[in-house]
């Protein structure tokens, strides 16, 4: 559905534009499996990941200068 797909887009947004909060939402709808389904949560297990990712070059650039 329409709503699905931009609930999709919004976490992958989330994910690319990472920072704490974003982790945060991300975590928890990532492992609550009481809401969205199986691939509900896998795209916010991957947008997780991304955020993560992204965070830690942002800190390895800011190290490195």
Excluded at 28 to 42: I, Y
Excluded at 43 to 49: C, D, H, N, S, V
């Amino acid at each position: 559905t329409a709503e699905l797909g931009a609930r999709l887009d919004a976490i992958s947004s989330l994910g690319r534009i990472g920072g704490d909060d974003a982790v945060t939402a991300l975590t928890a709808l990532a492992f609550d499996k009481k809401q969205g389904d199986a691939a509900f949560r896998k795209a916010a297990y991957r947008a997780l990941r991304r955020a993560r990712r992204a965070d830690a070059r942002r800190q390895k650039e800011t190290a490195d200068r």
